[in-house]
């Protein structure tokens, strides 16, 4: 069985290409999906740039884009997606969060004069955009299954929940929870789950200063975990305020609280078909051989 995850973005909000952000990494949401012949990426940050090499590499000439939504920093690195432009490869692209018709206008709009000097239309990959309502689920074989959820989060959003046999990954980044409840849509999606892929943007005191932005705290993803009973929990969307020295920080933290709880890291792959440590090891779930 093959079922694993890689990072290639952790960050939110804008790209942090500094010294600072050098450990963890500084590109926004993109993470890499292999599940059975399945070939799937999670949204379209600036971290999918540095994926086309691996998804050249791969056996695949397709893929399935899940979108959690459309803000900037989930889709500002799909112009720069190589692939889309190699008319050998074919995409679906889809999203839970818009009207009928609206991912494709979205993105033509990002990629149009004068923000953007080739338009969408200009791309000579087969790609079919596909707008879905948040809560349902569809099949991309007879072995893939993908459930969603509707997020809190301005203009809308979409946690994700594949299943490849019998083991699970959820996505739910770009989510704010309210104090002292725990988010039912959410603790449904994730329940039993053997990764968690959750927006901790913040800590629980800085939370108190950003109600309404749409983010939510580590600490509540470890709570949301724990209730549910998942495995592990990958802290994930890190402030770009927070440098190297503050995740190191909210690492030794988060593994005081929980040891099933780990900071996402850029590269890092996770193999889901195997089991999952208590307690991972910084590359504790390993970066891939050879690669920086």
């Keep these: 069985m093959t079922f694993w995850i890689k990072f290639w973005g952790v960050r939110g909000s804008i790209a942090c290409p500094s010294p600072s ?3 963890f990494g500084g590109n926004t949401s993109c993470i890499e999906v292999r599940a059975g012949d399945q070939y799937l990426v999670l949204d379209a940050g600036t971290g999918i740039r540095e994926l ?43 999203a839970g969060h818009l009207p009928e018709g609206g991912v494709r206008r979205t993105l033509a709009g990002q990629m149009a004069h004068p923000v953007f000097p080739v338009p969408l239309d200009e791309l000579h990959a087969e790609i079919a955009f596909d707008d879905f309502r948040a809560g349902d689920s569809f099949s991309l074989d007879d072995r893939v299954h993908v459930r969603t959820t509707p997020l809190n989060h301005p203009n809308g959003a979409t946690g994700y929940r594949i299943e490849h046999e019998g083991r699970s990954v959820c996505y ?9 409840t725990r988010d039912q849509n959410i603790l449904q999606l994730i329940d039993g789950a053997d990764l968690v892929i959750y927006d901790s943007t913040y800590t629980d005191e800085e939370f108190v200063e950003h109600i309404g932005w749409g983010h939510s705290t580590w600490q509540e993803g470890v709570r949301l975990c724990q209730e549910a009973s998942v495995k592990r929990l990958a802290i994930f969307h890190h402030d770009p305020q927070h440098d190297d020295a503050f995740m190191a920080s909210v690492e030794r933290d988060a593994g005081d609280l929980w040891d099933g709880a780990f900071v996402a890291r850029e590269r890092i792959r996770i193999d889901l078909q195997e089991t999952l440590p208590e307690a991972p090891d910084h590359g504790r779930c390993a970066e891939d051989p050879g690669e920086p």
Aim: no cysteine.
């Design 21 to 23: 952000h050098m450990k």
């Design 52 to 94: 086309s090499d691996s998804f050249e590499a791969s056996e695949s000439n397709s893929a399935t884009l899940l979108l959690t939504h459309t803000h900037w920093d989930h889709i500002n690195g799909f112009p720069f997606f190589r692939s889309l432009y190699r008319k050998e490869y074919a995409f679906r692209v889809m």
């Design 172 to 180: 739910v980044t770009d989510t704010e929870h309210v104090p002292g």
